[in-house]
């Protein structure tokens, strides 16, 4: 009925297609949940997009989570910081930086750059890297 041809046009056009929509999905942009309550259930939760090497400041629409951040959820494959500041800066004091993996994290138990802290309530900013 179809010529070798048409059917291998068609299955280079399926193969394109398919190839297309797994790119547009790896191409989609990470969020990381950021929440002032309980992240499950999710109890005054934001997602937030991930923008690289970016420092996002809880001001302005996010101001609600300044100094009250108790759960966080990083996405795999990145890396994010908080810090006691605004500015993702910190003090010469260690204690006011939290490095998350992927995952999800209650801040009152995050490794900090010395050792393990209670972090909960202290964030003002953030900021992720691709691992």
């Not at 059917?7 to 942009?29: E, M, R, T, Y």
């Not at 001001?59 to 890396?79: A, I, Y």
């Not at 908080?82 to 998350?100: I, K, N, R």
Request: one cysteine or more.
């Amino acid at each position: 009925m179809f010529s070798a041809t048409t059917k291998f046009c068609f299955a280079s056009f399926v193969a394109f297609i398919g190839a297309q929509v797994v790119n547009a999905a790896a191409l989609a942009p990470a969020t990381i949940t950021v929440c002032a309550g309980t992240i499950n259930p999710p109890n005054g939760c934001v997602t937030i997009p991930v923008v690289s090497d970016e420092c996002t400041d809880f001001t302005g629409g996010l101001s609600f989570l300044n100094k009250e951040v108790s759960n966080v959820q990083v996405p795999d494959g990145f890396v994010c910081s908080f810090y006691e500041d605004f500015g993702c800066l910190s003090s010469p004091q260690a204690q006011t930086v939290v490095v998350l993996t992927g995952g999800t994290w209650n801040m009152t138990h995050v490794p900090g750059i010395v050792k393990t802290q209670d972090f909960n309530d202290l964030a003002s900013s953030f900021s992720c890297s691709p691992v």
